[in-house]
T-cell receptor, first 117, second 115 residues
Framework: EAGVAQSPRYKIIEKRQSVAFWCNPISGHATLYWYQQILGQGPKLLIQFQNNGVVDDSQLPKDRFSAERLKGVDSTLKIQPAKLEDSAVYLC???????????????FGPGTRLTVL | AQTVTQSQPEMSVQEAETVTLSCTYDTSESDYYLFWYKQPPSRQMILVIRQEAYKQQNATENRFSVNFQKAAKSFSLKISDSQLGDAAMYFCAYRRDNAGNMLTFGGGTRLMVKP
């Protein structure tokens, strides 16, 4: 079974530029998550999708971050414009569903390391 | 709000020995779930073990086991017979029951394994 795919693996941009990250979850997984992991910290949830609907985006800085999952499969996370403090690893995860039980196990992708200069 | 604290930024263990990683959390909920994730240099988070708060029995997965102390809000991970491949960052995480599967992570502990 293929895992969660993310691209690119690395991205370097200058502040005020825009950037987009792509995630392809495990086939059949209804729930998709984007996390931000700043160096030396644990991941922080930015947004959670159930199919193509948003379940939780309370920690997403909506003035500059946006995310979509139009067809309930792939997802993109965009930052526009980027700030220095956005430098982090952006992790995508998916789970079969979000209800409690074995099907809620989150499987993570390898992440995209973003450096903002 | 729930918080998860890992007080050991780094731990070191000799190969084949046992090491315990600490985690404490703060919550007012009675039903919740706790997890340990491993993050090797490849950055891919891997679930190691999970514990349901309503279960008194501590979870075990092969060489990995937990000591869950609900009253003390403590959730430590014990790794027995440590192997070189166990070297990684370890994150403790909390999930509230019926909370849409949102995980709150601790700051992580870097585990080094000496040959």
């Amino acid at each position: 079974e293929a895992g969660v795919a993310q691209s690119p693996r690395y991205k370097i941009i200058e502040k005020r530029q825009s950037v987009a990250f792509w995630c392809n979850p495990i086939s059949g997984h209804a729930t998709l998550y984007w996390y931000q992991q700043i160096l030396g910290q644990g991941p922080k949830l930015l947004i959670q999708f159930q199919n193509n609907g948003v379940v939780d985006d309370s920690q997403l800085p909506k003035d500059r971050f946006s995310a979509e999952r139009l067809k309930g499969v792939d997802s993109t996370l965009k930052i526009q414009p980027a700030k220095l403090e956005d430098s982090a690893v952006y992790l995508c995860a998916s789970s079969l569903e979000s209800r409690v039980g074995l099907t809620d196990t989150q499987y993570f992708g390898p992440g995209t390391r973003l450096t903002v200069l | 709000a729930q918080t998860v604290t890992q007080s050991q930024p780094e731990m070191s263990v000799q190969e084949a020995e046992t090491v315990t990683l600490s985690c404490t959390y703060d919550t007012s909920e009675s039903d919740y779930y706790l997890f340990w994730y491993k993050q090797p240099p490849s950055r891919q988070m891997i679930l190691v073990i999970r514990q349901e708060a309503y279960k008194q029995q501590n979870a075990t997965e092969n060489r990995f086991s937990v000591n869950f102390q609900k009253a003390a809000k403590s959730f430590s991970l014990k790794i027995s017979d440590s192997q070189l491949g166990d070297a990684a960052m370890y994150f403790c995480a909390y999930r509230r029951d019926n909370a849409g599967n949102m995980l709150t992570f601790g700051g992580g502990t870097r585990l080094m394994v000496k040959p």
